[in-house]
Structures are given as C-alpha cells and as structure tokens.
C-alpha cells in the first residue's frame, strides 16, 4: 500500500490514524506479568524491542517485593482494541502483542502487573548459587545459553536415576555426550560402562592436540581409568568373549532357540554346557559342538554354521573374556567397542552380554552408569531378532528394577521413537538436542512431563550442541545449554564431503 497518503481524503486520512493508532498501542504495551498462584505466571510484552526469549531468565518486580522466573513460551498474540474514529464513531484495532508463560523459581505469593525484564548474568549466577548442592560434584558441561558467561553445571548426584538423551544427526549429540563423560571421569569417581556401537568413545583416554594446557593437566589422570576392549589394532583389549560363560537366554537366543517352542533343543544345549568332565566344562566354545560324537550336540553345531555365528570374531577360548573385566574391574571406565565388530547381530550379542552379567552381578550393588548409545539398536520398541528382544527385555529390566542396586542407565539415540517406551518412561533426566520432527518432541512432552512442554517446543531451534537439560540432573527446572570444548579425541567421523567441491577446482 502506498506510504504516501492523501491526508485530505477520509479513507487515507482513516488509515493513517489506524496505524498510528495502533503503533501507539504496541510501542505503549508494558512488559507485566501476573502470577494467581505464585509458582506460574502469563505475561505480555511489546514485540518492538523485544528483549525476552523462551527458555530466557526474568526477574518480575512488583509492588510486593521482587520474584525470579523462567519464560517457558513465547508467542506472537493478536488482539482487537476499541477506539474512536476520525469521524468520533466506535472502530476496532487489531494490535500484535507478545505473550506467553513462565515459571517461578523462588518462593512467593500471587501478584499482578509485575514489570517483567531480562535476569542479568549476575543475578542468574547468584540464583544458581542459591540452589546448588555443594556435596555433591558439580559437571560443568557449558554456559547457559540465555546467560552468556554463566556455566552451566549438572548435579552429579542426580546421575543416580536413568537419563534419556536424544538428538538428530548432525545436532551434536555423540560430541556432548563425550563431554558430558568426561566431566563424570574428572569429577567422580562413578564407575562407567559404555555400549559403544560407531567407537564414538574409544578416545576418552586420548588428549585432543589442540586442548588447553590448563584443562589438559585436569584430565591427565583420567586416561589410566579408560580401557578400551576392541577388535582394532592397538585397542587395549581384544574383544573377546566364551560362548559357555553367556547367560542362558542369550545362548539360545544366538541360536535361535525358544525355551518352549524348541524345549527338546534347548535343553540338550543346556545340558551340554553344564556337562564336565574332572571338573572342567565339556562344551566351551560352539564349535566343538560339530565335533561332538553325541548327533544331538551336532544338531546344534550346524544350526550354528548355518546362521553364520561360528564365524563371529568374538569368540575365543583363550583369550581373557569381556564378562570376566565386568566380573573383577581392571579399569574405572570400560569403553566396550562394537562398532569394532563385524555384523549388527555380534553387536547386539556382545551389547546383551554386557546387560546380562551387569544384572547377574547387581547384588555386588556397586554403583555403574551404563552408556548405551544408538540404543534403538539394542532396546527397540519393535525387535526385529531373538537376540534384540532380549537385550531388550534386559534393558527394560534394568530400567525398571537397576536403580536400587547401582545401576544407572544413560540412553542415547537420534531415534527416540524406535526406543522401548518402558525405558525411556523410566529416566527422570532429560538431554534434549535439536529435534526437528513435531512427533517426536509431542512424544517427549508426553514422557517427560516435569519439563516444561513450551521448552520442548524451542528444540526445532537449537544449533550445533544447544540443548535442553532437565531433571535430577538440572533441579532447577529446565534450562537451555550451550554445550563446551572436549579435552579428549573424539572417535569416529564423518567421511570428508571433498566429493561435494566444484570439478573444476
């Protein structure tokens, strides 16, 4: 529409009033908030100028004192104002107002028309500072990302109920959870045991080059406590595990065996690997079964053949066994190395050992933060094999029953819908990365419910190693983090895009 009006005309006269009329009104609202309860509050704002954010820290001064809060929504309102018009008859203007909801982080009463404005660092800081828990380690992950300058630090302690981490490709998510195991390895003295299946973290016992010197000389002490147990060249343990030592669901579910539908096989298997002779196992290693005078041991060994599992690298009779590390820890953190194995089916195998023994030896009630990355992988919601609805129905287990015997478990996985529900309902703490699909985020809302569902809603958003954190592991609500520097080699990598350059170049 032209600018430039005819002010001796009605209509451009009625025009030009409407819209200085309505700049007036928008330039004119005040940023107030109004709480009836004292622990939530809705407030409005001009959206010229505006300085607030979600997710941003507020402080709300009103006639009664001072209160300090957290936008957890913001939007873009509408509303239709009276006013008179040029000719004095009643006409209607629409004004674009900012609006939405917060939460209240401090103790208070109910208020009207507080003037709301941006929390500085200081004033976040010292709220932080307020509601920190100084028995317990702090893990300094970052900043805040809506107070630059302010660490972000997560309670330890609150490790001690299951988190849930998610994040698309690309959002950072393998980078930050490095990170955020570093700062446990420094901080703690939690014992850790990582399901690993792209060896994203076979370098946690190797300085990055470029690291600060400062930062370095913190995480020198902390390589002695990573071991590395893997089949590529260097690792510091092959990996290697005894067909006889496995738990007995994970024997037949290698096999393919039910216990009732295949009882009659089952049980010669089972039978086979508790036969010794002076006092040594009969049957070790599956490949003995073919050799094996007895047909019904046979049997089994050519149903090993067939299915390919006599070739999976990880067996081996005399090599030290993975489950026999878990059993007598030589090391504080055991990186277990999948992505070293050949087939997804050996992952899974391995990745279920693991969960078994953990289990089996539970009552030891020694506290172990178990990491399993791509955990759609090994707790599906729909396993696709034997083996995979067993490693699931240990992880649920774990997750249901694992936290009063120590055993804490960190999911992670770019593809929380394809993780068994009953896992992910379990964790009381929340990573959150960016999350670009709406059904996703509506699933998290639903599960985590003690996170603000309108910060949730800001996961579309996030940039490179932005994240939400909620939970026991961030009491004070929810807060956005801008995650920072690893101190060690990040393993793994995405293949160099030089294909993507000009041929001409």
């Known amino acids: 529409m032209d600018t430039d009006l005819d002010r001796s005309d009605p209509l451009a006269e009625q025009i030009t009033r409407y819209r ?118 702090g893990l300094v992950v970052g900043e805040l990302l809506m107070a630059p300058g302010v660490l972000a630090e997560l309670d330890s302690g609150g490790l001690n109920r299951h988190t849930f981490m998610c994040g698309q490709s690309g959002s950072g998510k393998t980078y930050s959870l490095g990170l955020l195991l570093e700062r446990v390895l420094v901080e703690t003295s939690l014992r850790i045991v990582i399901l690993d299946p792209n060896s994203d973290y076979v370098g946690l016992g190797r300085l990055r080059a470029d690291v600060d010197p400062a930062r370095a000389e913190g995480y020198r002490a902390v390589p002695d406590d990573v071991a590395v147990w893997s089949n590529e060249p260097g690792a510091d343990q092959l990996l290697r595990l005894r067909f006889a030592e496995l738990d007995a669901r994970t024997q037949g579910a290698i096999l393919g065996l039910d216990p009732i539908s295949d009882r009659d096989e089952y049980a010669v298997l089972t039978d086979l690997l508790r036969a010794t002779e002076a006092g040594r196992p009969v049957i070790t290693g599956l490949d003995q079964l073919i050799g094996s005078p007895n047909p019904a041991a046979q049997h089994l060994g050519m149903r090993a053949l067939n299915l390919g599992v006599l070739d999976w690298s990880v067996w081996s009779p005399d090599a030290p066994s993975l489950l026999q590390e878990l059993e007598e820890p030589s090391s504080r953190c055991l990186v277990v190395d999948l992505g070293s194995l050949e087939t997804i089916d050996e992952q899974r195998m391995v990745a279920d050992a693991v969960l078994a023994s ?148």
Request: hydrophobic share 40%.
């Open 20 to 137: 200085d009329v309505r700049e007036r009104i928008e330039k004119g609202t005040l940023a107030l908030a109004t709480s009836v309860d004292g622990r939530a509050f809705e407030f409005q704002a001009s959206l010229h100028g505006l300085a607030l954010r979600r997710g941003a820290y507020v402080v709300l001064e009103h006639a009664g004192g001072r209160r300090f809060g957290q936008l957890t929504d913001l939007a873009s309102h509408t509303a239709d104002v009276g006013v008179p018009g040029v000719d004095g008859s009643p006409t209607t203007v629409r004004v674009r107002l900012a609006g939405g909801n917060g939460l209240l982080l401090d103790q208070g009463g109910p208020f009207h028309d507080a003037q709301v404005r941006p929390a500085l660092p200081d004033e976040v800081r010292a709220w932080l500072a307020e509601a920190s828990r100084p028995d317990r380690a």
């Open 358 to 505: 953990l289990w089996r030896l539970r009552r030891n009630r020694e506290p172990v933060l178990v990491v399993i990355d791509e955990a759609h992988n090994i707790c599906a919601a729909d396993p696709s094999n034997p083996v995979s609805t067993v490693s699931t129905e240990r992880t649920v287990q774990i997750a249901a029953e694992g936290r009063k015997y120590g055993l804490y478990l960190l999911v992670s996985t770019q593809r929380p819908d394809k993780v068994h529900e009953n896992v992910v309902s379990q964790c009381d703490n929340l990573l959150l990365m960016r999350m670009n699909s709406a059904a996703d985020v509506a699933d998290l809302a639903r599960m985590f419910s003690y996170v603000p569902s309108g910060l949730l809603d800001g996961a579309p958003s996030f940039g490179m190693g932005q994240a939400l954190v909620g939970g026991r592991i961030f009491p004070q609500g929810g807060a956005y983090v801008q995650m920072g520097a690893r101190v060690s080699q990040e393993g793994g990598a995405d293949i160099p895009t030089t294909w993507a350059r000009p041929r001409s170049s």
